[in-house]
């Protein structure tokens, strides 16, 4: 169970903590409160909330801010330098001028969000697209019945990427189409999500409904990985069988 922690019990904390260990709030709520230009800096807030909460300015380098929900908050000119911000909830914060300097946003939901002056560098983890911004490329998707489809993106192809490492494009030629030893071949495969989407070998595959969105998962596009190696990680993970919550991010159209 989640423990409401109010702005003076924080203060003290922080006044009061051992700077040489990491800080623990996890698990806690914050809500209705002004934290603006705050240190918390080395701080864990693994699975915390913050609900009507003002963050602009904070400094929380190289704390751990995964799962933490931060919807609808003011984030701007905060640092996040070194952070750890796992599957973090940013949907619709206001994101203008954060430093994410060596932080690692896998998976951190950044729909709909303001990112204008976001300033990263060479150790930002999973900011950049995870397949290539221009030219042709090769990759790999799952289909009913633990078929294996091996496509050519071409350069011409939209595509994108958000913070997983699941890629969209809006059109592929099928290469092949196998089981997952790459042993038996097979003509065709079908969307797990549309059964009217096929894939069918030496033919183009079109999305008419791609979002270019970069910061969407969970909508129109072809959905591919970049390595063969995650496609099958994938398939093992739903076991041949569909499932709605982990075929939500294969909207074909």
Known sequence: MKKIIEKEQLLDMLKNRNKNERLDLRNCIFKDMDLSELDLRNVDLDWSDFENVKLANVD????????????????????????????????????????????????ANL??????????????????????????????????????????????????SSTLNTCRCDKAKVLAVTDPTETVKFDEAVSYVDGDFVYKVGEMAYAKGFNPDRWRDSTGGIHFFMTKEEALGYLMSISGEQSETVTDWTKEK
């Open 60 to 107: 929380f380098e190289n704390s751990n801010l995964s799962n933490v929900f931060l919807e609808h908050a003011d984030l701007s000119n905060a640092s996040f330098k070194n952070c750890t911000l796992h599957a973090t909830n940013l949907r619709y914060t206001d994101l203008t001028n954060v430093d994410l300097s060596g932080a690692d946003i896998f998976g």
């Open 111 to 160: 729909e709909e969000s303001k990112m204008d002056g976001i300033k990263t560098d060479e150790n930002t983890k999973h900011y950049k697209m995870v397949c290539p911004e221009t030219g042709a490329f090769l990759a790999w998707k799952t289909c009913f019945n633990t078929r294996l489809v091996r496509l050519l993106i071409p350069a011409d192809a939209r595509r994108t």
